[in-house]
């Protein structure tokens, strides 16, 4: 019996200690590969389900204290990231990276330029299929008070709207054409208002400088949902709204970016369309 009992020790402490098992395809044994920590947060979409404080106590994910981490992360095998709303409005995007043990997650926020927002650090609790959570220290100074942000593994399917290309790249207009597909100078009246370079950040805001890098506008912007129309409100610098202004999305892909504008809604058969094309002119400062 207790023979039988030391080889059944150690036929268990082999199988714990192997990462993988090795195979051929003359023996047809079966490899099983170990991921690594960084493999596995890219395995699936993350959707936060959960926040609790420094006692342990549930948060609500509208508290002021963790909304801002709350949301649908997708962390993709290319060292990109995107996080949304979990009304699949784009929040961030940038670049992302999990330290070898798995201990932390760094995430750098970009702007369109490819410049950085900010840079967070953040403590992994834990990791592994199904659940993905992470501490955060609000002050660095007070690391007493904390927030564990919880997330689950989640078959939600990234928006495809438009968003985040649009969001990560600077535009810059370099055509127009008008409703018979004929050529506009940029210089012309009836397009030179929508000319320079624009700049649609993942936190909803714009900037749009004329090519002369003078800002010519700024506010919040919206995609539709079907990815359809493109929406700005510009705001003056004490937040009050100048116009509002929807536009037809033509093309919008990893390199154009074309809206149609019709000067006048009672009259749609006089219209223009407007070129833009990926860039990576700096937004002036």
């Known amino acids: 019996m207790n023979t039988l009992k030391k080889l ?4 268990a402490a082999i199988l714990l200690s192997a990462s993988f098992i090795s195979c051929s395809s003359d023996d047809n044994e079966i490899i099983i590969e ?7 947060l890219a395995s699936t979409p993350w959707e936060t389900t959960g926040a609790k404080d420094k006692n342990g106590a549930n ?12 949301g649908f992360a997708y962390f993709k095998a290319d060292g990109n990231f995107a996080i949304y709303n979990l009304n699949d409005v784009l929040r961030s995007r940038g670049t992302w990276s999990v330290d070898a043990q798995g201990k932390t997650r760094t995430i750098a926020a970009l702007n369109p330029d490819g410049t950085a927002i900010f840079t967070r650090d953040v403590d992994i609790l834990v990791l592994n299929k199904n659940e993905f959570t992470y501490r955060i220290r609000p002050n660095a100074a007070d690391p007493s008070v ?29 055509g127009a054409k008008d409703n018979a597909g004929a050529a506009v100078a940029l210089d012309n009246a009836s397009v ?11 936190n909803g805001t714009f900037k749009i400088f004329g090519l002369n890098d003078v800002l ?12 359809k129309t493109r929406t700005l409100v510009a705001l003056d610098a004490n937040g009050n709204v100048l116009f509002t202004r929807t536009v037809d999305i033509l093309v919008l892909n990893e390199t154009t970016f074309t809206y149609r504008i019709t000067p006048d809604a009672t009259n749609p058969t006089v219209f223009y369309d407007i070129i833009h094309t990926k ?3 700096k937004e002036p400062q």
């Not at 170990?34 to 596995?40: E, G, L, M, N, R």
């Not at 948060?59 to 002021?64: E, G, I, K, R």
Request: hydrophobic content about 30%.
């Open 146 to 174: 904390y927030y564990d942000i919880i997330h689950m593994r989640t078959p939600h399917a990234e928006p495809k709207n438009g968003q985040l290309t649009l969001a990560s790249t600077p535009w810059k207009t370099t």
């Open 8 to 11: 059944c020790y150690l036929s």
């Open 279 to 281: 860039d990576s002119h």
């Open 192 to 202: 030179a208002g929508y000319v320079g370079y624009s700049y649609f950040k993942a």
């Open 216 to 227: 010519r506008s700024q506010g919040t912007w919206t995609i539709s949902p079907d990815g």
């Open 59 to 70: 948060v609500a994910l509208t508290d002021a204290s963790v909304a801002g981490y709350v």
């Open 34 to 40: 170990q991921q690594t920590p960084s493999q596995v």
